[in-house]
């Protein structure tokens, strides 16, 4: 995961190719059992959440938040992106694209087109 990060800060996270991030958290709200491959995740800044300044809540209508995009080394998963990295490159909002499920968090990959 070092490697992964320096790589990151020597390109840009703008500049990859693929960004993918970690959803974590869905155990506080609704669980994960209705999240399927394909579907699309709303991310939005939350940078009035007590916790963390570069909190990005993972939101699906009509249900609202469903959990958060991983920023901690104990819960992104493999060469996903943290919040932290993916915060100021986004916009207020953008959209992600669930991949797979795992026992430790969601695998989404977020759309370019949402970034700065």
Same mark, same amino acid.
């Given at each position: #995961?070092? #490697?992964?990060?320096?790589?990151?800060?020597?390109?840009?996270?703008?500049?990859?190719?693929? #960004?993918?991030?970690?959803?974590? @958290?869905? /155990?506080?709200?609704? @669980?994960?059992?209705?999240?399927?491959?394909?579907?699309?995740?709303?991310?939005?800044?939350?940078?009035? /959440?007590?916790?963390?300044?570069?909190?990005?809540?993972?939101?699906?209508?009509?249900?609202?938040?469903?959990?958060?995009? %991983? /920023?901690? #080394?104990?819960?992104?998963?493999?060469?996903?992106?943290?919040? @932290?990295?993916?915060?100021?490159?986004?916009?207020?909002? %953008?959209?992600?694209?669930?991949?797979?499920?795992? /026992?430790? @968090?969601?695998?989404?990959?977020?759309?370019?087109?949402?970034?700065?």
């Amino acid at each position: #995961m070092l #490697m992964y990060n320096y790589k990151i800060r020597k390109k840009g996270v703008k500049n990859m190719k693929s #960004m993918y991030i970690t959803i974590v @958290g869905t /155990n506080h709200y609704y @669980g994960d059992d209705f999240l399927k491959k394909d579907m699309i995740v709303k991310l939005k800044k939350d940078p009035k /959440n007590i916790y963390d300044k570069e909190a990005i809540a993972v939101k699906m209508k009509p249900l609202g938040t469903i959990g958060y995009v %991983a /920023n901690s #080394m104990h819960t992104v998963i493999g060469e996903t992106i943290s919040a @932290g990295r993916l915060y100021d490159h986004m916009k207020k909002t %953008a959209k992600a694209k669930i991949i797979f499920k795992t /026992n430790k @968090g969601i695998i989404a990959k977020v759309y370019q087109k949402d970034m700065k």
